[in-house]
């Protein structure tokens, strides 16, 4: 098992995710075409020319899915119950087609589960950056986890 168990994780605990991922038109019109989003900002480069950015924006669903998936590998792969929610997402930065992306994760809080005994909540902060090290994307992402096996 990749990801970690409940009672593995401790507050404070940061991970620097060893993928980084450069970021292509087709991801993102492909994004946004797959989840039903139009808007001219992600799709129509003649458009963007006309923007105060001069050429299409990365979705900021693209950058949220790949902050959150990109860590799945160090922390929650196959020990995760659910998701339980995500909050306080902010995308200080733009991204743009060509642009590469660092995550870093860290672990805010740890909570028992009054419901589920057997499982843990965790909540993440996962955080974006750019080639640049520009922060891009930040997030809380709640998860329901299983504890060890006994």
Known sequence: MAGLYFEEFHVGQTFDHPIHRTITEADNVWFSALTH???????DAEYCKTTEFGRPLVNSGLTLGFMVGISVGDTTMGT??????????????????????????????????????DNG???????AFNQDDELVGIC???????????
């Not at 659910?82 to 087609?97: E, M, Q, S, T």
């Not at 909540?121 to 955080?127: G, S």
């Not at 809380?140 to 006994?150: E, G, I, N, S, Y």
Request: net charge positive; glycine share 4%; charged share 30%.
């Open 37 to 43: 989003n139009p808007a001219p900002l992600h799709i």
């Open 80 to 117: 995760t119950v659910a998701n339980l929610g995500w909050d306080d997402v902010r995308f200080p930065k733009p991204l743009f087609h060509g642009d590469t992306l660092r995550i870093e994760t860290e672990v805010l809080e740890l909570k028992d589960s009054r419901s589920r005994p």
């Open 121 to 127: 909540i965790v909540i993440f902060e996962h955080r």
């Open 140 to 150: 809380k992402r709640t998860a329901l986890m299983h504890r060890k096996p006994a």
